[in-house]
Nanobody, 123 residues
Framework: QVQLVESGGGLVQPGGSLRLSCAAS????????MAWFRQAPGKQRELVAA???????NYADSVKGRFTISRDNAKNTVYLQMNSLKPEDTAVYFC?????????????????WGQGTQVTVSS
């Protein structure tokens, strides 16, 4: 079992910045893709940004040039730097991680989600 704990959400004015963090813990043998999703009220959860273990990234068109995803493989942590925030960025942001856990010599795939952190952009 892999647990993801997010932090860094909050209230910010339009044009401001926030940095989200997500730390994974558990019997992690290998951490593969890590990503951030978001879900606004009344809307479906959508991918914001993703990063592979090798550092390749992809972003939703709506955040390109404003958000940056990064990771610290030694700490099993993924970050999302959000700049030039807009009211339409308001949502609950969820961390997602995929990889393998090891237990009693058995490798098991995991696909875990964090509990979510609220980001509100408003004046």
């Amino acid at each position: 079992q892999v647990q993801l704990v997010e932090s860094g959400g909050g209230l910010v004015q339009p044009g401001g910045s926030l940095r989200l963090s997500c730390a994974a813990s558990g019997n992690i043998f290998r951490m593969d893709n890590m990503a951030w999703f978001r879900q606004a009220p009344g809307k479906q959860r959508e991918l914001v940004a993703a990063i592979t273990s090798g550092g390749s990234t992809n972003y939703a068109d709506s955040v390109k040039g404003r958000f940056t995803i990064s990771r610290d493989n030694a700490k099993n942590t993924v970050y999302l730097q959000m700049n030039s925030l807009k009211p339409e960025d308001t949502a609950v942001y969820f961390c997602n991680a995929q990889g393998l856990t090891q237990g009693m010599g058995v490798l098991t795939p995991f696909n875990s989600w964090g509990q979510g952190t609220q980001v509100t952009v408003s004046s």
